[in-house]
T-cell receptor, first 114, second 113 residues
Framework: AQSVSQHNHHVILSEAASLELGCNYSYGGTVNLFWYVQYPGQHLQLLLKYFSGDPLVKGIKGFEAEFIKSKFSFNLRKPSVQWSDTAEYFCAVNAYTGGFKTIFGAGTRLFVKA | EPEVTQTPSHQVTQMGQEVILRCVPISNHLYFYWYRQILGQKVEFLVSFYNNEISEKSEIFDDQFSVERPDGSNFTLKIRSTKLEDSAMYFC???????????FGPGTRLTVL
């Protein structure tokens, strides 16, 4: 069955620290990969997406992610986090399973200390 | 930029009552979805809808749930007899004929008392 695993459930960083959030997926077909962010009390926002082409994808707010097909991974990175990056981050993959749907990981709660 | 809208933003109901959550997908989209996020948990797929019928549903989407596209613009999720554990954020999403990106609405927070 298709699944998405996020390695860290909670991450605490100081401002200006570098961030890397791990994401691995299990799906045999062609994948479309996403990272969503959910700020406290707000709805899902798309950070970035990978469909094809350059495996290094740049998104909004200085985030980027690298698709490594051989490792089934799509890790999210940011060189220097800010207090305003405090949020929950969800990795997701599109899957065709008779229909078409998005499968989300469990999420990683990031807290950035000022 | 076109976006998915949902109403109401917050719905409070008594256990056993029926609720209808409304979504207006992006106008030229043909695929429609409902997802649920229980507080503190991940976003879970409920159901997908295309060509006026359900194309896939999850185990969560049992007989108390139903979806409908009553007119050309709205897409609704009905919960017939709400339970405490139905309290969650419900997200609607839509997708065009081409392309693989779903566009999510802002969600409806359902609170069952």
């Amino acid at each position: 069955a298709q699944s998405v695993s996020q390695h860290n459930h909670h991450v605490i960083l100081s401002e200006a620290a570098s961030l890397e959030l791990g994401c691995n997926y299990s799906y045999g077909g062609t994948v479309n990969l996403f990272w969503y962010v959910q700020y406290p009390g707000q709805h899902l926002q798309l950070l970035l997406k990978y469909f094809s082409g350059d495996p290094l994808v740049k998104g909004i707010k200085g985030f980027e992610a690298e698709f490594i097909k051989s490792k089934f991974s799509f890790n999210l990175r940011k060189p220097s986090v800010q207090w305003s990056d405090t949020a929950e981050y969800f990795c997701a993959v599109n899957a065709y399973t008779g229909g078409f749907k998005t499968i989300f990981g469990a999420g990683t709660r990031l807290f950035v200390k000022a | 930029e076109p976006e998915v809208t949902q109403t109401p933003s917050h719905q409070v109901t008594q256990m056993g009552q029926e609720v209808i959550l409304r979504c207006v997908p992006i106008s030229n989209h043909l695929y429609f979805y409902w997802y649920r996020q229980i507080l503190g948990q991940k976003v879970e797929f409920l159901v997908s809808f295309y060509n006026n019928e359900i194309s896939e549903k999850s185990e969560i989407f049992d007989d108390q749930f139903s979806v409908e596209r009553p007119d050309g613009s709205n897409f609704t999720l009905k919960i017939r007899s709400t339970k405490l554990e139905d309290s969650a954020m419900y997200f609607c999403a839509s997708k065009g004929e081409r392309g693989n990106e779903q566009f999510f609405g802002p969600g409806t927070r359902l609170t069952v008392l």
